[in-house]
């Protein structure tokens, strides 16, 4: 290939990004000024109300992954226990802007949250080499059930 087809190439594919790159914008920005979706209603009464439901979401999250020994479905089922409440932090977030007491109290339940989620992290992680730990000493095979309640029965 001569220096000037490399060239030619060269050029041709510097334009091919570049109006890849304007058309994606381009079309970024077209979608959000005329084809903007409006967002859901704020569901709560007021700041207090968010903080309530988003704490109550918290709870349920940390209990829907309690016990379960593989971190990513650990992490899952936490994180769509979530739902629908933290979809709508931002609004929380708005609601609760005006008062400082108000903002101080979603800035702990955030780190709450963040903290819970770690802890499943941590527990599931722990648990699952503990789990095959356990069953490696006893020679069982990884994921054979662990059903102390029929050995306790038939003794």
Same mark, same amino acid.
């Given at each position: 290939?001569s220096?000037r087809?490399?060239?030619?190439?060269?050029?041709?594919?510097? =334009?091919a =990004?570049?109006?890849? =790159?304007?058309?994606?914008? +381009?079309?970024?920005?077209t +979608?959000?000024?005329f084809?903007r +979706?409006?967002?859901?209603? =704020?569901p709560?009464?007021?700041? !207090?109300?968010g903080?309530?439901?988003l704490?109550?979401?918290?709870g349920r999250a940390?209990? *829907?992954?309690?016990?379960?020994?593989?971190v990513?479905?650990?992490?899952?089922?936490?994180? /769509?226990?979530?739902?629908p409440?933290?979809?709508h932090?931002?609004?929380?977030?708005k /609601?609760?802007?005006?008062?400082?007491?108000?903002?101080r109290s979603?800035?702990?339940?955030? !780190?709450l !949250?963040?903290a819970?989620?770690? /802890?499943?992290? !941590?527990?599931?992680? *722990?648990?699952?080499?503990?789990?095959k730990?356990?069953?490696?000493?006893?020679?069982?095979?990884?994921? /054979?059930?662990?059903?102390l309640? *029929?050995?306790?029965? *038939?003794?």
């Amino acid at each position: 290939m001569s220096k000037r087809t490399g060239r030619r190439v060269a050029i041709a594919l510097l =334009f091919a =990004f570049l109006f890849a =790159f304007v058309g994606a914008a +381009t079309a970024q920005i077209t +979608t959000q000024l005329f084809f903007r +979706t409006e967002p859901e209603p =704020f569901p709560f009464q007021g700041c !207090r109300d968010g903080l309530v439901a988003l704490h109550g979401a918290v709870g349920r999250a940390a209990r *829907s992954a309690a016990g379960e020994s593989d971190v990513g479905v650990a992490l899952g089922k936490f994180r /769509a226990a979530l739902v629908p409440e933290w979809d709508h932090i931002e609004g929380v977030r708005k /609601a609760c802007g005006a008062n400082e007491a108000d903002a101080r109290s979603l800035d702990a339940l955030e !780190r709450l !949250r963040y903290a819970e989620e770690h /802890a499943v992290r !941590r527990e599931a992680g *722990s648990l699952e080499v503990l789990r095959k730990q356990v069953a490696r000493d006893l020679g069982v095979p990884e994921g /054979a059930p662990n059903d102390l309640t *029929s050995h306790s029965a *038939s003794e």
